[in-house]
């Protein structure tokens, strides 16, 4: 198995555009830091947010993280809370991979040896396992608040219609 740990914004948009399932049938479990479960919690997340975190399903660990990050790495400034605690929590556990959208987060977490995807890589492997219709999982996303380039969606169609 796989150890995952996930920052908040994946969680985020694959629970606000109905994928959020798509985590336990790639990665069985995934570790969620305490901070982001409170960031998920927070009463400025939305609604769906809030009320899916407050009843995580069986495949959601929360944990404490107990490394912390030495203060003087300034490739930390950048970085939320969410995704300090994700990246010690991958330290700690020596995870395989962490769910990160947040470019400043992603380049920190590959700078220290980690495999990184975010919310759209998560839907194109889901997509490669025919979980989800890529297409129609990147119109859902079009309509929250994620940022995105219009050439990252476009390639991503393009690779996982030459790889079918």
Do not use: C
Not at 6 to 19: F, S
Not at 69 to 90: K, M, N, R
Not at 141 to 152: A, P
């Amino acid at each position: 198995m796989q150890l995952v740990i996930a920052d908040t914004g994946p969680v985020n948009y694959l629970i606000l555009i109905g994928h959020i399932d798509v985590l336990p049938a790639l990665f069985e479990k995934v570790i969620l830091p305490a901070v982001v479960r409170d960031e998920l919690k927070h009463r400025k997340a939305p609604p769906a947010v809030q009320q899916w975190i407050a009843a995580p399903p069986s495949w959601v660990e929360v944990r404490q993280t107990a490394n912390v990050i030495d203060a003087s790495d300034l490739s930390y400034e950048t970085l939320d809370a969410g995704e300090e605690a994700a990246i010690a929590l991958a330290i700690e556990l020596r995870a395989e991979l962490i769910l990160m959208d947040d470019r400043d987060g992603v380049l920190v977490a590959r700078r220290r040896g980690f495999r990184v995807a975010g919310t759209l890589g998560v839907l194109s492997m889901a997509a490669e396992r025919s979980l989800v219709d890529l297409a129609e999982a990147f119109e859902r996303i079009k309509r929250t608040s994620f940022h995105y380039r219009q050439e990252t969606l476009d390639q991503l169609l393009a690779d996982a219609s030459r790889s079918q």
